[in-house]
């Protein structure tokens, strides 16, 4: 990847995040925990029964820094917390700080909530991560010795077994990809399917739990918003290695309950605190909004995976606004500051500090940064017909035909502060294969040519099939539509109705009250109309780099916190002078002095 969109946060990840995530999670005890099992420490535990699997994150998020070009110092710290882990190991092969000394004893007895696999789980992708990018196994060697514990003691016809937080499914999978045993497939069906839940679950638990029945039955999400969304993850992981069309049924119907009723315009999901849970149909509030930078996280890593499963453009536009908005959000401009939930309206209270260096469940800025470190994964695509471009960056993908033949794609652009795209196709020699173009469906008009000749068949959400005998030097261009335009959500969503939102490109756009020539956002009625939206500004100075939308707004004649409670409706529109209101990227709120915001901005007609 190249200069460009992703490069300063990328930048930032490796020089700020993950340097002080570390001492954060040092001076918080959680690598002592380890210290202290081996007995280097006499210390006691500290933090809640999953911190471990927050330091496993971190360490997933260095090994994909590590996949992207040598770093001897996070290479050597890697190594020595992989010693630090190991230390603790038991003999058996289970690893865990919390469940342990005195709390051996109820190992697997409360796993509903006891993370245990859920740890598991991270540890595992933490290792196949760094095996990919090193060929160290030795974090995978104490992974898999875990897992072979649970193949020889767990399952049909012996003890029961449940993950209770999801998550250890999709890495049994990637762990089969990595060791070709099938025994680590087989162990994922099972937790999947739900014998374990259904033996130890409450009809009580079932509505928190995602996991508290098998898979399969599901028709809508519901409970947790992160486990439902790393169940998905390891049902579609497992759907793609078994072919069960069970599975697949299953994911399109969440699916589909997911984006007709319970997505944010952001991509976040999950709108309650309580339980931080879906809702019901429609539930969507923005104030209230929970939206934790993990479910968003879970959002984008399954359509991932259904992208990977069909080459739907559907999934990548899903997973590109979850991306863009809903997890770029979740770490501050500075790289140490992160959001736990992500709403989409603030009142500007300063004691509501949505950004924080620190959480007790610190779950989202390990996450957070293993999304940067990865995010080269994510571009391209590859099939037996040829390559995929999915996502649109400076850049370039060096990889081969499915008959070894070499071949470049190089990517010039400033996407998404601007539409256009050059593409240079460079194959060893010549050779007939498809180049797969991601048309995003936000772009109602979208322009492709190659080698200067129009190419026709361009459609909005879809990928544009280019097959032919290809030629070095040969060159594609796109260009996207990139003007603003208003969003209006269905007036099932209570808190939206009578508001409409702005997104240019891939990108959300908000209010902050600190841009606006008013005393407070509640004053302001944005004008809705074809000449409303007055044009953008590329701002350098502003928010790390910006592109700023202007529209037309109408500030009340007198602030509304002058006026009754309650007052008789009137027809007309509402009186008072113009203003012009600036929107900044979504991602980019709460990175100043606390302000209000507000991404859904009630109008009137032009």
Known sequence: MGDGFWTPRRTINVEKSIPTMLEQLEQHGIVDNFLRLSGKKNVLRRGPLYTDSDLYKWMEAVAFILQSGEDAKLRATFDRLTDDILSAQDASGYLNTYWSGDLASKRFTEMDRGHELYCLGHLLQAAIAYYRATGNTRLLDGGIKFVNYLVRDFGPEKRPLLTGHPELEMALVELYRTTADKHHLELAGYLLHGDGERLHMTPRQYSYNFSGKPFISRTILEGHAVRAMYACCGATDYYMETGETAYWNTLQTLWQDMISHKMYITGGVGSRAQGEAFGQPY?????????????????????????????????????????????????????????????????????????????????????LERIFGSLPGYMYGFSND??????????????????????????????????????????????????????????????????????????????????????????????????????????RVSDDVGKVAVARGPLVYCLEGLDQKVDALSDVTMVAGPSALKGTEFRSDVLGGIVQVKAEGIVAPRPSSQEPLYFPFAMSARAGRKTELTFIPYYTFSNREPTPMEVWVPYVNA
């Open 283 to 367: 539930e969507l509030p923005n104030l209230l909004a929970y939206t934790e930078s993990c479910a968003a996280i879970g959002n984008m890593m399954w359509n991932w995976r259904m992208l990977a499963a069909t080459g739907d453009a559907r999934y990548t536009d899903v997973l590109e606004r979850a991306l863009y908005n809903g997890v770029n959000s979740g770490m501050s401009l500075s790289g140490n500051m992160y959001c736990y939930r992500n709403p989409l309206e603030l009142t500007g209270d300063p004691s509501d500090k949505i950004r924080n260096p620190w959480y007790d469940t610190i779950c989202c800025p390990p996450n």
């Open 386 to 491: 040829g390559m995929y471009v999915h996502l649109y960056h400076e850049s370039v993908l060096d990889w081969q035909l499915a008959d070894s033949l070499p071949l470049k794609l190089a990517q010039r652009t400033k996407y998404p502060w601007d539409g256009t795209v050059e593409i240079a196709v460079e194959p060893a020699r010549d050779v007939d294969f498809t180049v797969f173009l991601r048309v995003p469906g936000w772009s109602s008009t979208t322009k492709a040519s190659l080698n200067s000749q129009p190419v026709p068949g361009v459609r909005a959400g879809e990928y544009l099939a280019i097959r032919r005998t290809w030629k070095p030097g040969d060159r594609i261009l796109l260009e996207f539509a990139m003007q603003p335009e208003f969003i209006a959500a269905n007036p």
